[in-house]
């Protein structure tokens, strides 16, 4: 981590001292990342996102850091899992010490607006797209089931997507009119469209969250800053957890002790920069099937609260993580490094010391 005095003097916070551009973040709650127009999800109807994707750097591979809805979110707010939070579970609050990106950035001179309706620049506007409570459903009978789905759920599966389906429309719809209302600012506004956690809707016969599958753990990023960014490496791995510290280096804000998320904006600006090589996320903190996940490459392992693996995925060859190899002899030098890389990532996340 640099000096306040050098970062300043770095090309990136020259941009931002010309441009200071405003911050627009968007949570659309579980909204999954397997349904979003760059996962080519046939059966979304979101032609607002489609369109803000075109001119924005998305991240195929975003992950939440814990795939429940008030965990999820403090670590966007924060940059910093929930074991360390304290956020561990809905309801529980963010605890008091934490740092959160609004009040960095109102440190920096940036106004926190409550809406759309009257900004002044440069603002900070966070927006959580409201799920409707009554909504036209689609016609589940013509939706594409994921092939994880067991036969025993599909008809329930069917009536669940065709809900959450219109809920998603009904989100783009709201993204869409904000947009439209940021028009004028657009030039000068980084907007961030992400979500706190997915949703498992009949695959492997689950439903809701909190569990460490695709459905449940990949999110939608998408961030756009016009004329500045640009499209990222479509392989990288990314956390909620980065967008607190890529947020503050677009804007020349500078970092701070405790972030434990990875500054994406080099990759953005095509500028020199480390990428993660592993992803963290965790779930269930206290609960008796608590668990941790490590992903390095297309693997991901899972492991129970006593560090046994539960779950070992190769992603590249079984999307839909039907094939479990966590005992799988051929898999064990894998596994083995999967596992070093996870018990170093413990240490330096300073895991299971939680507030």
């Known amino acids: 981590m640099i000096d306040r005095r050098t970062f300043l003097l770095t090309p990136l916070a020259l941009l931002a001292a010309e441009r200071k551009p405003n911050v627009v973040l968007v949570i659309a709650p579980g909204w999954r990342g397997v349904s979003t127009p760059w996962s080519s999800d046939p059966d979304l109807q979101a032609p607002n996102l489609a369109k803000f994707a075109e001119s924005a750097a998305v991240f195929p591979r975003a992950y939440t850091c814990d795939p429940a809805a008030d965990p999820g979110r403090s670590g966007i707010l924060t940059g910093r899992f929930p074991h360390a939070t304290g956020v561990i579970s809905d309801g529980a609050p963010i605890h008091p010490e934490e740092v959160t990106l609004d009040a960095v950035l109102r440190l920096g001179g940036y106004n926190i607006a409550a809406n759309a309706g009257n900004l002044t620049p440069p603002f900070f506007l966070k927006i959580t797209l409201d799920a ?120 020349a804000q500078p970092a701070y002790a405790g972030i434990q998320g990875h500054d994406l904006s080099p990759l953005l600006l095509n500028t020199e920069g480390d990428r993660p090589e592993s992803l963290f996320a965790e779930g269930r903190i206290g609960d008796r099937d608590e668990w941790r996940m490590v992903m390095v490459g297309s693997d991901k392992l899972v492991v129970n609260n006593d560090g046994a693996v539960t779950e070992f995925y190769n992603l590249a060859a079984d999307p839909y993580e039907m094939k479990n190899l966590a005992g799988d002899a051929a898999m064990q030098l894998q596994r083995d490094s999967l596992l070093a890389t996870l018990r170093a990532l413990k240490g330096t996340l300073l895991d299971f010391k939680r507030r």
């Not at 036209?136 to 013509?142: A, E, F, Q, V, Y």
């Not at 759920?153 to 009904?170: D, I, K, P, S």
């Not at 004028?184 to 689950?206: K, N």
């Open 132 to 251: 409707p409570r009554f909504s036209k459903p689609l016609d589940g009978s013509k939706l594409h089931l994921r092939p994880n789905v067991p036969g025993n759920m599909e008809g329930e599966a069917r009536t669940e997507l065709a809900n959450r389906y219109a809920v998603y429309a009904a989100m783009d719809q709201q993204f869409g009119k904000l947009l439209a209302s940021l028009d004028r600012f657009a030039a000068d506004t980084v907007v961030i469209f992400t979500s706190d956690h997915g949703e498992q809707l009949g695959s492997h016969g689950l439903e809701g969250a909190g569990v460490p599958y695709e459905e449940s753990v990949r999110i939608p990023l998408a961030i756009r800053f016009p004329g500045v960014i640009h499209p990222a490496p479509s392989d990288v791995l990314a956390s909620q957890v980065d967008i607190l510290p890529t947020v503050l280096a677009l804007c």
